[in-house]
């Protein structure tokens, strides 16, 4: 069985890839939110002319083509190539769970079945006292027990959000949900690492047990210092898509958590190596999954098939007000939170259709065999 056709259905923000055997067999990925369109053309400029006529008949078939493509496509690394990569890759794993009848999860190793989820709150521009509210309420609704929120200012420089906002939202957040519930905070590369570690040891203060991307991603020494000055966790490396920065991530001993994006990485093939990695250095794993496209289905398989998953899945609190493009993506909604968790169905593939009429509006394109 050999790839005849990819084609991609996208927007600015999101785009779907559905692969095609010539048995007629198909699949359904994604390629990485944010610029989707750019990256679609690079699905069928840089990844189609290598992936058609390929044959797909075993997971090791997949994994050598998503070896293959960034060698041919060698003066291109890095971020683009590896959001586009994880389009093929993904809509191949659906392909063969829906020939096998079986939920991608288990085709990787796994079994189906629930997640513990912490509530990841994306905002900035929200006060200590509303950001409460809200976890409160989600606590209630949907039994979360574990929450994130946001610390300084994305590549902030040391400068707050607002003066003072560091300082507040910790202690109030902590103050209003008791000391029952798990606090993780995310720095989005905000801090140098003096001014980190002085943020760390408030967070310990307030028990709060993660502490994420404290510095600017790219400078894993300055990460490892922050690791080694607390005794909370420092998590790191969404952004990282390149397999030799994850080694020397590992190695080095920079974070006590590894987190990388299934999309941004790569798909499935290249999260579940890195995750590995992490596994043989005793690191657990809990990944990035800040929306509700199919970002996060991909890392509910994942953490149901790794070996080291963490205690928790990201899952995104953002509505319509911060994501509006979320919405309408699928006919089935596989994002249902109960008890503070959610669950990886045995339907094959990744279990979801994608809504016609939102495909209907989105920009087409078609790379196929002659």
Request: charge should be negative; aromatic fraction near 10%; glycine fraction near 8%.
């Amino acid at each position: 069985m050999k790839i005849k056709s990819i084609e991609t259905f996208t927007n600015q923000y999101v785009g779907f890839v559905r692969v095609t055997a010539d048995d007629g067999s198909q699949g359904w990925g994604q390629v990485s939110t944010y610029n989707s369109d750019i990256t679609s053309q690079i699905v069928h400029r840089q990844v189609a002319p290598w992936a058609l006529g390929w044959s797909i008949d075993t997971g090791d078939d997949i994994a050598r083509l998503v070896d293959l493509i960034p060698e041919k496509e060698l003066k291109f690394p890095g971020s683009y190539l590896c959001r586009a990569i994880c389009g093929l890759d993904t809509a191949l794993w659906d392909l063969r769970g829906k020939i096998e009848g079986k939920p991608v999860c288990e085709l990787l190793g796994g079994t189906p079945g629930k997640i513990r989820a912490y509530a990841s709150s994306m905002k900035r521009d929200i006060t200590p006292e509303d950001e409460a509210k809200r976890f409160l309420a989600l606590r209630d609704k949907h039994g979360f027990d574990a929450f994130k929120f946001r610390v300084g200012a994305e590549f902030g420089h040391d400068i707050d959000e607002w003066p003072g906002r560091t300082e507040a939202i910790v202690p109030t957040i902590r103050k209003a949900l008791g000391d029952q519930a798990e606090l993780l905070v995310d720095g989005n590369s905000g801090f140098s690492p003096t001014r980190a570690i002085e943020v760390g040891r408030m967070l310990q203060d307030n028990n709060v047990v993660h502490f994420e991307e404290p510095c600017i991603y790219w400078e894993l020494e300055q990460i490892r210092e922050v690791r080694d000055a607390l005794d909370l966790d420092v998590a790191a490396g969404e952004q990282d898509c390149m397999i030799p920065t994850w080694r020397h991530m590992i190695e080095m001993k920079a974070v006590d958590i590894i987190q990388p994006d299934v999309c941004y990485i790569g798909g499935m093939v290249r999260a579940m190596r890195v995750a590995e990695m992490g596994a043989k250095a005793g690191l657990p794993c809990t990944p990035h999954a800040a929306n509700w496209s199919l970002v996060t289905l991909f890392t509910m398989h994942l953490l149901r098939a790794i070996g080291n998953p963490g205690k928790y899945l990201e899952f995104s609190i953002e509505g319509a007000d911060y994501y509006p493009w979320q919405y309408g993506l699928f006919r089935n909604d596989p994002y249902e939170v109960k008890d503070g968790k959610v669950t990886v169905t045995d339907a094959p593939g990744w279990g979801i259709e994608i809504e016609p009429t939102w495909l209907e509006r989105a920009t087409y394109q078609i790379s196929q065999r002659v």
